[in-house]
C-alpha cells in the first residue's frame, strides 16, 4: 500500500519504475488540473478527453526519463500534455486561427476569487507563489504571456488577433518570461 | 547568446514558435549550451502556470479509457488495470497469481521498456545528429568557402601593395640618386663660384691714334681665360695684325693670347686663352705684330691695362 504522503515526484519515479499503484495514484493528483489546462487549450470537451488519455498513457511510457533533481513532476508533467495539445491542435489546424471569437478575455488563469478554495489548497504554495510572481509581472507582459500560454497559438497569429506588433509581442513574451522565471528561481 | 536566441528560447517554451522558427532555435542549440539550459528553464517556467488551472474533473471512466489504450496500443502498462480488473475476495488467488504474473510481466516490460527507451534515444540521436551534422558540415563549408576567399583577397592585395611598395622604393632609390647628384652638383657650383675669380679690365692708351679706342677684357683668373672686346680700333696696316698678349708678373714675356681681327668699323669680340700657363692676377697689352702673330712680343704695344 502506497503510503498518502508520498510526494508527486516521488510517485512520477515510482511509476518509470513500473509502479501500477503509484501512476494511479499520481493520475488522481494531476489529471484534474492537466484536464483544465486540456479543456483551455483546445476548446472542445471531447479533445481534451482524447488528449488526457493519450497524455497519460505517454506519461506511462516516459516515466523513467523523469529527473526529479531537475524539474517538479507536475511541471514535467504538464510540458508532455502541453506538447502534445499543441501538436494536436496544430493537426487539426487551429494553431493559425482563433477558435472564439471572445478568446482573450476567456484566456485568463484563474484568479484567486474565481479558484475555490479546495483548488487552492490543491495548488499549494508553488501556486502561491506562481500567482504573485505573474501578478508582479507588467499587465501587457502577463496578459500575453497568459494568453500565449492558455491557446497554444503562434506569435504572428497572436499579433494579428490582438491587433499588437509582432516585435512587441516577441520582446514582452521574453522579458515577461525571464522575469517570471527569476521570480520563481530555485523553486522550479 | 544574443537577445533574438533568447526571444526564440521563449516562444518556444510557450509553444508560439513556427516550424521553421523552432528549427533555426534547434539549430543553434546544438553549439550553445547556455541556450539549451535557457529553454529548458523558461519551458519549465511556462509550465508551472499551470498550477493557476482551475481543476477539472475527467470523466470517471477515464481511467479505464487510459488502460484499453495502453492495450491496445502495446504498452506494457495493460498490467496496471489488472488490480482493478481482478478485484474482489473470490478472485483473490486468482489475484495473487496475478499480481505474480504482473510483476513478473513488469519486470519483463520494465526491460522491453528500457529497449525500447533506448532505441528511441538511439533514434532521436540518429535522426538528431545528421541533421546536425549536415547543418554544421555546410556550416563549415561555407566558413571554408569564405576564408577561402578572403585568403584569395588578401594575397592578391598582398601581391599588388608589394608591387606598390617595390615601385615606392625604386623612386625612392632614383630620388635620394638624383638628390645627392644635385646637392654634388649644387657643391660644386658652390665650390666653383668660390674659386671663381672674374676681372674686368679697361685697357688704355697713350698713343694718339688709339685715344678714342675701347678695349674691354673680362678675365676668368679661375679658368685662365677670357673675352676681349674691342671697338673704334685703328686699322692696322697691310700685313700687320693686332696681337693681346697676358702680362704674367711672375714670368719674364708676356704670353700670346692670339691674334685679333678687326672688322671694317673696327670692332672686334673674341674669346681667348694664354698659349702658356699663366697666374689668376695678370694685365694685357694688345700690340700690332706681323701678321699671324709672333710667339713673343716685337711690335709696339698699342693698348696696356689694367
Known amino acids: 500500500m502506497l503510503q498518502p504522503e508520498l510526494s508527486e515526484e516521488d510517485l512520477l519515479q515510482r511509476t518509470g519504475r513500473g509502479d501500477a499503484r503509484a501512476f494511479e495514484q499520481l493520475y488522481d493528483r494531476i489529471a484534474p488540473r492537466l484536464f483544465g489546462l486540456l479543456r483551455q487549450m483546445l476548446s472542445d470537451e471531447r479533445e481534451a478527453e482524447d488528449m488526457l488519455q493519450d497524455g497519460f498513457v505517454q506519461l506511462w511510457s516516459r516515466a523513467s526519463d523523469f529527473d526529479p533533481s531537475r524539474s517538479k513532476a507536475f511541471t514535467w508533467a504538464v510540458m508532455i500534455f502541453r506538447h502534445k495539445a499543441i501538436d494536436r491542435m496544430r493537426a487539426l489546424g487551429r494553431r493559425n486561427r482563433l477558435v472564439e471569437s471572445a478568446a482573450l478575455e476567456h484566456a485568463t488563469l484563474a484568479s484567486p476569487a474565481q479558484a475555490g478554495a479546495d483548488d487552492e489548497a490543491e495548488a499549494g504554495e508553488r501556486g502561491t507563489l506562481v500567482r504573485e510572481a505573474l501578478n508582479d509581472l507588467p499587465k501587457e507582459q502577463r496578459q500575453l504571456i497568459e494568453f500565449a500560454f492558455l491557446k497554444g497559438l503562434t506569435h504572428h497569429v497572436i499579433a494579428d488577433s490582438l491587433g499588437i506588433p509582432l516585435g512587441t509581442v516577441k520582446t514582452n513574451i521574453r522579458r515577461g518570461l525571464l522575469r517570471l522565471r527569476d521570480l520563481l528561481k530555485g523553486g522550479i | ?306
Do not use: C
Request: aromatic letters at 4%; zero cysteines.
Open chain 2, 1 to 306: 547568446m544574443d537577445e533574438r536566441h533568447e526571444e526564440l528560447a521563449a516562444l518556444n517554451a510557450l509553444g508560439m514558435l513556427e516550424s521553421d522558427e523552432k528549427r533555426v532555435l534547434n539549430g543553434a542549440s546544438v553549439a550553445d549550451k547556455e541556450l539549451r539550459d535557457l529553454s529548458t528553464e523558461l519551458e519549465l517556467t511556462a509550465a508551472e502556470l499551470a498550477r493557476l488551472i482551475a481543476p477539472v474533473e475527467p470523466p470517471a471512466d477515464m481511467k479505464r479509457r487510459i488502460r484499453a489504450k495502453m492495450r491496445s496500443s502495446g504498452v506494457k502498462g495493460a498490467g496496471l488495470s489488472r488490480g482493478f480488473v481482478l478485484g474482489g475476495i473470490g478472485w483473490a488467488l486468482a489475484a495473487a497469481l496475478a499480481v505474480a504474473s504482473v510483476w513478473l510481466w513488469q519486470d519483463r516490460e520494465k526491460l522491453v521498456q528500457q529497449v525500447a527507451a533506448v532505441s528511441r534515444a538511439m533514434a532521436t540521436v540518429a535522426s538528431t545528429i545528421p541533421a546536425n551534422a549536415t547543418t554544421e558540415k555546410k556550416e563549415t563549408r561555407n566558413i571554408e568557402e569564405e576564408l577561402k576567399s578572403l585568403r584569395s583577397d588578401f594575397e592578391t592585395k598582398k601581391a599588388a601593395l608589394s608591387t606598390e611598395i617595390e615601385a615606392l622604393r625604386k623612386r625612392e632609390t632614383d630620388a635620394n640618386a638624383r638628390i645627392a647628384q644635385l646637392v654634388a652638383e649644387a657643391e660644386a657650383l658652390k665650390q666653383q663660384e668660390a674659386r671663381s675669380q672674374l676681372q674686368i679690365a679697361t685697357l688704355q692708351s697713350k698713343v694718339w691714334e688709339y685715344r678714342r679706342s675701347e678695349m674691354i677684357v673680362v678675365w676668368d683668373g679661375y679658368k685662365r681665360q677670357g673675352v676681349l672686346m674691342l671697338d673704334k680700333m685703328p686699322r692696322v696696316d697691310a700685313g700687320k695684325d693686332y696681337q693681346l698678349w697676358v702680362v704674367d708678373p711672375n714670368k719674364p714675356d708676356p704670353v700670346s693670347a692670339g691674334v685679333v681681327t678687326v672688322d671694317d668699323k673696327g670692332v672686334a669680340k673674341t674669346a681667348f686663352k694664354p698659349v702658356d700657363a699663366v697666374g689668376e692676377t695678370v694685365k694685357f697689352a694688345l700690340s700690332v705684330e706681323k701678321k699671324g702673330g709672333v710667339p713673343k712680343n716685337e711690335g709696339p704695344i698699342v693698348l696696356v691695362g689694367p
